[in-house]
């Protein structure tokens, strides 16, 4: 059955689920859906999934959202997947869906909370808001701190105290990548002093590379994209 992923790359979970699958070997069309565009609004594309949001996937006659319900069908559902990924093991499991759990109403809500009113929201066409972005990052560095001292904690460089990755640290990695497009000074301030974070980020692009640079190529241009938006705006106020 064609497998076909309907994503963004600028969108964190779907650079995970685009990572999962190129470097586990699964066969998949890669489906474009723009959000600065929004093209998620479509009707062809709230068919795939009425919540239009991304990512989503279609595998033969079956539909699915949600980037951490699909990493896991993912994981369960194509032979080859290294057990690491998502153990058999039910108790680990049970730790990975913890860590997945408190990821939604944590990390990516301070991250998403920072950077969209920092400096996303400009690209579509929406005012910059300091007073959110400052909330944002409150609980973004409260949820690094629970990362460091916790999650982190154990002998393995992985979550969990792990040897190798699993899901979730794919998706806790690409979420903290969005910081990518942020400004240096404000990036290196947010996550200089998390230093096993900064290593944990790097042994899981080392773990699942060439794919995770490639994914994560289009930062660069949309970071000095945004930018010159941030420019032209200060520009117009002044």
């Known amino acids: 059955m ?5 994503v963004d790359r600028m969108s964190q979970p779907s650079r995970a689920i685009l990572i999962f699958c190129k470097a586990n070997g699964i066969e998949f069309e890669e489906v474009k859906i723009l959000l600065a565009k929004r093209q998620h609004h479509s009707p062809e594309f709230a068919e795939v999934n009425p919540m239009k949001q991304v990512p989503a996937i279609v595998h033969g006659d ?6 951490h319900a699909i990493l896991i069908y993912l994981a369960s559902a194509f032979p080859g997947v290294a057990d690491h990924w998502y153990p058999a093991d039910v108790r680990k499991r049970a730790k990975i869906h913890s860590v997945l759990d408190w990821h939604h109403s944590n990390l990516r809500r301070g991250a998403v909370g920072y950077i969209f009113n920092d400096s996303i929201a400009i690209a579509l066409g929406l005012p910059l808001n300091p007073k959110a972005a400052a909330e944002g990052e409150k609980l973004l560095s409260a949820s690094l701190a629970m990362i460091e001292s916790y999650w982190l904690e154990g002998h393995g460089p992985f979550l969990l105290g792990n040897s ?11 979420e903290i990548m969005q910081l990518e497009v942020a400004d240096e000074n404000d990036r290196d301030r947010i996550l200089g002093p998390h230093k096993r974070i900064l290593k944990w980020i790097e042994d899981t692009k080392n773990a699942t590379s060439p794919y995770f640079e490639e994914i994560h190529s289009i930062m660069s241009p949309v970071k000095e ?3 010159e938006l941030k420019v032209q705006a ?4 002044a």
């Open 62 to 67: 079956f539909k699915l959202f949600e980037s």
């Open 225 to 227: 994209k945004l930018k």
């Open 2 to 6: 064609e497998l076909k992923l309907y």
């Open 234 to 237: 200060s520009q117009q106020s």
């Open 164 to 174: 190798e990755p699993s899901i979730a640290d794919l998706s806790l990695v690409c």
